[in-house]
């Protein structure tokens, strides 16, 4: 087993309390981000940011920083870089474990319209509908054709270009509390609320506020990837690593 470090593909905030983690542990560990955000919150331990160039790029940063355990702690609809870091497993034959939240489940009182895609998402949306559209900039121009719905977008950083929506308002801010989120819905005379399926808590308050206030929401599903050494928890990855890799520490 090599002494390297271990590659944290990050991006959540998962992978940045498992880098916490895992540096007091006394690990080497570099988190690598992609640079989508434009003010990323502080690392523990070493940062690397912007792409590898493919599954190739990721293969030969793994061979020359020589990485002992490869985590894949990426968003669970962050496709790309979860098909490359298993490519790259293949090819490197290193240790992998995939930190992903668990999906959200509807509980009684949820009125949830799963739907696969995001155009199935613009398509279940009823005409004359208010929608609070909690989806990342990239994810947004698919609504442009629904000219018969007032849309509530909001981000935590402006678009860098215009929003390509007929009937729009920009809310920039963070979900809040259930309270904030129940009050937000309230203010701003939502129906409906389209969202992904992303799991964990900060962004599950908007839902218990809808089930709270009875709104719809339309709730797009995770793509399907391959569930290779998946665990949910940072618990659970810090115990594998123990457990498996003990001899990792420094
Ligand atoms: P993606 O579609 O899976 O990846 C696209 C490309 O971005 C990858 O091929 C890779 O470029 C680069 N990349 C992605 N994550 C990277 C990382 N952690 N370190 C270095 N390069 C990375 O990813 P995405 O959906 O654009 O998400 C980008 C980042 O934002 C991820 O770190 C993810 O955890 C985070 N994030 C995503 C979402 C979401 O909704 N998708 C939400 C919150 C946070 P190369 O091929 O050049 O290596």
């Given at each position: ?11 959540t ?6 880098a916490?983690?895992?540096v007091?542990?006394?690990?080497r ?8 955000t434009?003010d990323?919150a502080?690392?523990?331990?070493e940062?690397?940011?912007?792409g590898f160039?493919?599954?190739r790029?990721l ?15 990426t968003?669970p609809f962050?496709?790309?870089?979860s098909?490359?870091a298993?490519l790259?497993v293949a090819?490197?034959?290193i ?6 939240r668990?999906?959200?489940?509807p ?10 895609s995001?155009?199935?998402a613009?398509?279940a949306i009823p005409?004359?509908?208010?929608v609070?559209l909690a ?5 947004i ?16 950083d ?15 801010s963070k ?8 009050a937000?819905?309230t203010k701003k ?7 992904r399926n ?6 599950y308050?908007k839902?218990?506020?809808?089930r ?6 339309i ?8 569930d290779t050494?998946?665990?949910?928890d940072?618990?659970?990855?810090s115990h ?11």
């Amino acid at each position: 087993m090599s002494n390297g470090p271990i590659l944290i593909l990050g991006g959540t905030a998962e992978a940045s309390k498992l880098a916490a983690r895992l540096v007091v542990q006394g690990h080497r560990v570099i988190s690598s981000l992609a640079g989508r955000t434009r003010d990323p919150a502080k690392l523990e331990g070493e940062v690397r940011i912007g792409g590898f160039g493919g599954a190739r790029g990721l293969i030969g940063y793994i061979v020359r920083e020589n990485v002992s355990l490869l985590i894949d702690a990426t968003h669970p609809f962050a496709t790309q870089i979860s098909d490359n870091a298993l490519l790259a497993v293949a090819s490197t034959n290193i240790p992998f474990v995939r930190l992903e939240r668990p999906v959200w489940h509807p509980k009684p009182g949820d009125n949830w319209t799963s739907v696969t895609s995001l155009e199935r998402a613009v398509s279940a949306i009823p005409a004359k509908a208010r929608v609070l559209l909690a989806l990342g900039r990239q994810h947004i121009a698919p609504f442009s054709r629904r000219g018969d719905v007032h849309f509530v977008v909001r981000m935590i950083d402006p678009p860098e270009i215009p929003l390509d929506l007929i009937d729009f308002e920009l809310e920039l801010s963070k979900p809040g509390k259930v309270e904030d989120e129940a009050a937000f819905l309230t203010k701003k005379r939502l129906t409906h609320i389209v969202c992904r399926n992303s799991g964990g808590s900060a962004s599950y308050t908007k839902i218990r506020a809808a089930r709270d206030l009875g709104l719809p929401v339309i709730m797009i599903d995770r793509p399907h990837r391959p569930d290779t050494n998946t665990l949910p928890d940072i618990e659970s990855v810090s115990h594998f690593i123990d457990t498996t890799f003990g001899s990792l520490r420094t």
